[in-house]
T-cell receptor, first 113, second 113 residues
Framework: EAQVTQNPRYLITVTGKKLTVTCSQN?????MSWYRQDPGLGLRQIYY???????DKGDVPEGYKVSRKEKRNFPLILESPSPNQTSLYFC????????????FGSGTRLTVV | GDSVTQMEGPVTLSEEAFLTINCTYT??????LFWYVQYPGEGLQLLLK?????DKGSNKGFEATYRKETTSFHLEKGSVQVSDSAVYFC????????????FGSGTRLLVRP
């Protein structure tokens, strides 16, 4: 089944403790992206990647890192999480973002206390 | 900058009623337009898309037509079901290298039996 898999689905952590949210797609898509969803602010892009080793900042990149060492994986790294990063995170991939649309993962609900 | 405006929700309908969710956009160039649906506790699913003016996207009884003259992409369904209860997002894909999706704020639909 074609899908984007994120892990974990739920995570509660403490301020400053490094964490990684994994994202993997099995569709051989070149484009991958991370979004966060917050009440009243909607969905905002954090980082995106057009191909292996090619990444760039989205609208809200502060406090996040990404890497794209393999085509299928696009992990999101929070080096020192803070409470304002409490959010619902989505990974998405696309064959060609402009016309094909994105396939989204099921989301990771992160709480930073 | 590019933006998407959706009608405020929630929209409450009885089963078999006609649905319209309004969406208008502001963008440079000719973006692709999408409707995504988010069921409770799940990620976003692509519902339908249109990539050029006058295109009609359709899926699962839902339709939307890309109207360049009115910069609109309204979602319609002739007869809603309880299972259509979800949050619906209108989105556009930017014409730059970020391939970022710009989302509307979402419209919650509640269908009563």
């Amino acid at each position: 089944e074609a899908q984007v898999t994120q892990n974990p689905r739920y995570l509660i952590t403490v301020t400053g403790k490094k964490l990684t949210v994994t994202c993997s797609q099995n569709m051989n898509h070149e484009y991958m992206s991370w979004y966060r969803q917050d009440p009243g602010l909607g969905l905002r892009q954090i980082y995106y990647s057009m191909n292996v080793e090619v990444t760039d900042k989205g609208d809200v990149p502060e406090g996040y890192k990404v890497s794209r060492k393999e085509k299928r994986n696009f992990p999101l790294i929070l080096e020192s999480p803070s409470p304002n990063q409490t959010s619902l995170y989505f990974c998405a991939s696309s064959l060609s973002g402009q016309t094909y649309g994105y396939t989204f993962g099921s989301g990771t609900r992160l709480t930073v206390v | 900058g590019d933006s998407v405006t959706q009608m405020e929700g929630p929209v409450t309908l009885s089963e078999e009623a006609f649905l319209t969710i309004n969406c208008t956009y502001t963008a440079t160039g000719y973006p692709s337009l999408f409707w995504y649906v988010q069921y409770p506790g799940e990620g976003l699913q692509l519902l339908l898309k249109a990539t050029k003016a006058d295109d009609k996207g359709s899926n699962k009884g839902f339709e939307a037509t890309y109207r360049k003259e009115t910069t609109s992409f309204h979602l319609e369904k002739g007869s809603v079901q309880v299972s259509d209860s979800a949050v619906y997002f209108c989105a556009l894909s930017r014409m730059d290298s970020s391939y970022k999706l710009i989302f509307g704020s979402g419209t919650r639909l509640l269908v009563r039996p």
